[in-house]
């Protein structure tokens, strides 16, 4: 921690001095012009213009490039900087990173077929700390990948998306990487710029509007020489999400009834209404000087915060409760699957919940990402130059708390579900009456992790050299050094459970209820309606009174890890050229140590020496794996221009990328309900890949582009999962019993294997006319693992379509997009998939005058539903996992710049 205040010390007062004394210099030297380069959002040059700036720039780079410009960002529907990458061709969004479901904003951006974990992130050429507000993605599925809600698209230069690697650019992606290129102050052309956007956005579905807003000022002295640049956002929004899941799997009847016995059923499949508020706060400052002719420094940082309170409920039927007790009165068999039944209410005794019902608040869940890095360019000599930085990033995930109620509900009631394939919700029903009044407390549980604050941090220093040759083949070398340590880490979980001494198995002890799911919840069939709920209001007392949060009994350890990383690599790439041609070839060598630690869950009372007890989840023993990995990475580009509209390229690389975190920490995380779990592998290699990339692109017009690309990857080291049968400690059953209970659980981990992806991408970009335009592009992949089994992430199909018109005075744009179906991961080690989906947006842009621009844009216009499904090895073809509707989007603002 000193050390990061010290860089921001020491970069702002060195910058502050450099500032002033630029400023000075400036002021007894001669009036010069000023050489400042315009920057697409400071002039106006229309879609038209970049287009072309943006097509420049991918013809004029040595490798394979996709490039968006700030201008082209302006007139996009984007929010934030994954909404920018969606046309590209080879690019793939994601809208959640963990089990979460799907929302309506993109969050997640991976390259040509592999998830979003394997794609390199980098603003200015630097790595960047991230964070999750969702608590599985804190302590659950813990990735390497960056959450793109935190980072809104107004912050944006230019964002370059680098296909094919070479030596210089920082390792870790396995297709390529994307780098976020911010303002700097001496770009500006004018002296003063003050510009910004003040809106307002309206979501359908919550039927909310909240408010927007980002102001910009730049200022520069008349010489070039000295600038300061700030810019803040403060971005709001509603959000709801009605939803369909099947948490619980599917589970095994067991029967005395030959046509039951053995037959799948859709356990835990329940309505789940979520409901957010995203509150977006933060900003950018830049200083930087040209202290004299031949160095500059520059200081960059810059701060986001992305508020994200939010209150899920989940009203379930318990199938595993009657199914292998109670006959059906009807049902369905089909392909080993009970596709429809109907359960009769039953009298007796006992009363046994037919469902069950969770209620989780999250008050303060919050995701943050800020960073400071100094640069220092020098040109020691005509023939050499240098660039120094040293920086810090820092990444935060926190749930500092989870009010949760599990109740039992539908007492005796009777059940019935009809299954509609993969494409459509399950019919389902609960007997009884849906009230507050009747919930079976007594039949429910009382958890939720608290005080989970995630850690993602790294501090860095780098030199990077280039020395320019005298020669007709040889231009430059390019060589540097960088030295990295990256920390992820949770050291804190308490998971709270029932205060035994409190009532709260009492009914009477419960309120009414605060509230019922909107009339119009739903996102298709018959599902249950009118559903009760506590506000989270409530939920906060009932859990002051019922739960219990004692440390050290309640502390959680096996949500406890860290892994830190040691990172050194240097790199040296030869450059060169001769008669329409150019290209590169280099090496770069990393050097990984590793230190990962965590509390392993001990199977029984084992008596291990060290071994933490005393836990209300079973003893535990504190484990630190040490692991050392040395990669040498090679890298050749070539560019041929075939003619004065042709350009081919070829390429051929070895990249590497680190494991993800949860796959190494080894974080337990179990389902007494499922009695299934995950955990992770900390002896995990990291994945080496070797690639190979041809294109040719033709720019048979102004502004126009026909290119075609092929690519392959093969990986060694892919991450897949494996089961295996483990025995933990029942915390339900041991309650319930009275003593401990310990349970075989079905518990995924992660092991190294191999993969491997061929593509095609196909590119067409045209202006017809003088007014209208057109850009479409196709991405095909065929990936698969070891043993025929699917790559995460992968599509198969991929396109974009966008249309556009243009005048003086007014433009239009509308996109469509569409992602074939992929593997997204393990759900309680059942594979899972996302279907095949598409969004529309669009967006209107009026220019009232020189100063005033008036936009409305629409996401998600098309309402898209969120569809997933699953496998089970005991039968054929796939299941419904879950289905999700977030509604539509519409952004209003009024952009002004002087």
């Not at 997640?108 to 700390?129: K, W």
């Not at 294109?695 to 990857?713: D, T």
């Not at 997933?868 to 509707?885: C, I």
Request: charge should be negative; aromatic fraction near 12%; include cysteine.
């Amino acid at each position: 921690m000193n050390y990061r205040r010290s860089i921001l010390s020491a970069a702002i007062v060195t910058c502050l001095g450099v500032v002033a004394q630029a400023q000075a210099q400036a002021q007894d030297a001669q009036p010069t012009e000023t050489q400042a380069t315009d920057l697409d959002t400071v002039v106006v040059t229309g879609i038209r213009g970049s287009i072309e700036k943006a097509l420049d720039a991918k013809r004029d780079a040595a490798t394979h490039v996709e490039v968006v410009t700030a201008e082209d960002i302006g007139k996009l529907p984007a929010k934030n900087v994954a909404d920018t990458l969606r046309q590209l061709p080879g690019v793939n969004i994601a809208s959640s990173s963990a089990s979460e479901g799907g929302f309506d904003e993109a969050d997640r951006v991976s390259l040509r077929g592999t998830n979003p974990s394997l794609t390199q992130t980098l603003v200015n050429g630097h790595t960047i700390g991230t964070g999750d507000w969702f608590v599985l993605s804190q302590v659950g599925n813990v990735g390497r990948s960056v959450s793109y809600s935190l980072y809104p698209s107004e912050i944006v230069d230019r964002v370059v998306v680098h296909k094919t690697s070479e030596a210089k650019l920082v390792e870790g992606g396995t297709a390529g990487s994307v780098n976020i290129i911010t303002r700097r102050p001496l770009q500006f052309a004018e002296p003063l710029t003050i510009q910004g956007s003040i809106g307002a956005v309206h979501s359908d579905l919550p039927g909310d509007t909240k408010p927007q807003l980002d102001a910009l000022l730049n200022w520069r002295n008349d010489e070039g020489t000295a600038g300061m640049l700030f810019q803040v956002f403060n971005e709001e929004r509603s959000l709801r999400r009605d939803g369909q899941e099947v948490v619980g799997g599917y589970g095994t009847i067991t029967s005395t009834n030959p046509e039951l016995n053995g037959v799948l059923y859709p356990n835990l499949l329940g309505a789940a209404l979520f409901e957010q508020v995203r509150k977006r706060q933060g900003g950018v400052a830049n200083i930087e000087a040209k202290v004299t002719d031949n160095l500059t420094l520059n200081v960059n940082a810059f701060y986001s915060r992305l508020k994200a309170d939010n209150y899920n409920r989940n009203y379930m039927m318990w199938a595993s409760q009657f199914v292998n007790s109670q006959t059906p009165t009807s049902y369905t068999v089909e392909n080993g699957v009970l596709t429809s039944a109907t359960y009769a209410p039953v009298t007796s005794g006992t009363v046994t919940p037919y469902g069950v019902y969770d209620m989780i608040s999250r008050p303060g869940a919050v995701s943050t990402s800020k960073y400071i890095a100094l640069d220092a360019e020098w040109n020691a000599s005509d023939a050499l130059k240098f660039v120094f930085q040293l920086g810090s990033t820092k990444g935060n995930g926190s749930s500092p708390t989870q009010d949760v109620l599990e109740t039992g509900v539908a007492g005796n009631a009777g059940a019935s579900w009809s299954m509609n394939g993969v494409g459509s919700p399950i019919d389902w029903s609960l007997g009884g009456t849906n009230t507050a009044a009747n919930h079976l407390p007594q039949n429910g549980w009382i958890f939720g992790a608290q005080g989970i604050d995630v850690l993602d941090k790294e501090d860095w220093a780098s030199a990077d050299g280039q020395f320019f040759f005298q020669s007709d083949v040889l231009s430059s070398l390019d060589f540097g050094y960088r030295f990295a340590t990256h920390e992820r880490s949770n050291d804190f979980s308490l998971a709270q459970g029932p205060n035994w001494a409190s009532n709260w198995t009492d009914i009477n002890a419960y309120p009414a209820a605060g509230g019922a799911y909107p009339s119009d919840f739903g996102i298709g069939g018959n599902v249950p309606s009118g559903i009760w709920y506590y506000t989270p209001a409530q939920l906060a007392e009932l859990n002051a009174r019922f739960a219990n949060r004692n440390n050290p009994e309640r502390f959680y350890f096996s949500d406890v890890y860290g892994v830190e990383e040691d990172i050194n690599a240097v790199y040296a790439q030869l450059n060169f050229q001769g008669d329409r041609w150019s290209g590169n070839a280099g090496l770069r060598y990393v050097q990984t140590e590793t230190d990962v630690s965590y509390n392993q869950a001990l199977a029984v009372n084992s008596g291990i020496p060290g071994a933490i007890t005393g836990s209300a989840f079973g003893d535990y023993l504190p484990v630190v794996v040490n692991n050392d990995y040395n990669e040498l990475l090679p890298s050749v580009n070539f560019k041929f221009e075939l003619t004065d509209n042709l350009v081919a390229r070829v390429s051929g690389s070895k990249t590497m990328t680190r494991p993800d975190f949860s796959a190494l920490a080894g974080s337990l995380t179990l389902n007494d309900l499922t009695h299934e779990g995950s955990g992770g592998n900390p002896n995990l290699d990291p994945l080496v890949s070797t690639n190979f990339d041809a294109s040719i692109e033709w720019y048979f017009a102004p502004r126009a582009l026909l290119a075609a690309s092929v690519f392959s990857m093969d990986m060694d080291g892919y991450v897949d999962f494996g089961n295996v049968i483990v025995q933990y400690k029942d915390q339900q059953a041991s309650q319930a019993a009275g003593t401990d209970v310990y349970s075989d659980y079905l518990v995924s981990i992660p092991v190294n294997s191999n993969g491997k992806a061929r593509g095609v991408e196909l590119t067409y970009e045209q202006p017809i006319g003088d007014n209208f335009g057109i850009n479409a592009n196709y991405t095909y992949v065929d990936g698969e693992a070891d043993g025929g089994k699917p790559l995460n992430g992968t599509s198969e199909n991929t396109y974009n379509l966008s249309g556009w018109y243009e005048n003086d005075r007014f433009n239009a744009r509308v996109n469509y997009s569409y992602r074939s179906s992929f593997y997204a991961g393990v759900s309680r080690a059942d594979n899972f998939y996302q279907d095949d989906f598409a969004t529309v947006s669009a967006s209107l842009g009026f220019k009232a005058t020189d100063w005033l621009t008036i936009s409305l844009d629409g996401l998600n216009l098309n309402n898209p539903k969120l569809k997933y499904y699953t496998e089970n090895d005991a039968v054929p073809g796939y299941l419904p996992h879950a289905f999700y509707s977030n509604g539509r989007q519409y952004y209003l603002n009024f952009r002004f710049k002087f």
